[in-house]
């Protein structure tokens, strides 16, 4: 069955520090992927997506996220965090047809003075 | 643009009563869809609508069911609504499935 996961449940990184959110699927074909951020009471909003193309791909609010065919991996990097990054951010994938998305878990980030 | 709006924000209901989550876009969009967001599940697709009388079953349809008459409007009804309907529910839109996906604020549900 298609899925995606998100292994890590909560991270904690101190301001200034960098980041990276880890984001595996399992997909018969390379998929559609996607990063959303959610703030907390607030809808999602997307930070970036990858179809096809250069594997680094840069998003809103200086995060960017590589695609590793080799991994199945689609991890979400940003170089300083800063307080207002603190949210839940939610990995996502759809096939070819794109009737459907499939979102992880999420990963809730917490960012420490 | 008011994007995409939900109402209610707040909803709560006693097992087996029914009711209607609205959702509203107007941005022109062809594809909307549903998503409950439960802790630790992430967001799962309920039902979605590639365009005006077309709908199709998501991940866990179960217990709701949709109709899609306009282009703008796409409310998720619950038929009997029960205890394990509690969540937070989110519609979202986008001009084409593959495109950017805009979601509304959502609307938290309780069932006692």
């Known amino acids: 069955a298609q899925s995606v996961t998100q292994p890590d449940i909560h991270i904690t990184v101190s301001e200034g520090a960098s980041l990276e959110l880890r984001c595996n699927y399992s997909?018969?074909?390379?998929?559609?992927l996607f990063w959303y951020v959610q703030s907390p009471g607030q809808g999602l909003q997307l930070l970036l997506k990858?179809?096809?193309?250069?594997?680094l791909v840069q998003g809103i609010k200086g995060f960017e996220a590589e695609f590793k065919r080799s991994q199945s991996s689609f991890n979400l990097r940003k170089p300083s965090v800063h307080w207002s990054d603190a949210a839940e951010y939610f990995c996502?994938?759809?096939?070819?047809?794109?009737?459907?998305?499939?979102f992880g878990t999420g990963t809730r980030l917490l960012v420490s003075p | 643009n008011a994007g995409v709006t939900q109402t209610p924000k707040f909803q709560v209901l006693k097992t087996g009563q029914s009711m209607t989550l609205q959702c509203a876009q107007d941005?022109?969009?062809?594809?909307m869809s549903w998503y409950r967001q439960d802790p630790g599940m992430g967001l799962r697709l309920i039902h979605y609508?590639?365009?005006?009388?077309?709908?199709d079953q998501g991940e866990v349809p179960n217990g709701y069911n949709v109709s899609r008459s306009t282009t703008e409007d796409f409310p998720l009804r619950l038929l009997s609504a029960a205890p394990s309907q509690t969540s937070v529910y989110f519609c979202?839109?986008?001009?084409?499935?593959?495109?950017?996906?805009?979601f509304g604020p959502g609307t938290r549900l309780t069932v006692l």
């Open positions: 979202a839109s986008s001009s084409r499935p593959r495109d950017t996906q805009y």
């Open positions: 997909y018969g074909a390379t998929p559609y």
């Open positions: 990858y179809f096809s193309g250069d594997t």
């Open positions: 996502a994938a759809a096939d070819g047809g794109f009737q459907k998305l499939v």
């Open positions: 941005m022109n969009h062809e594809y």
């Open positions: 609508s590639v365009g005006a009388g077309i709908t």
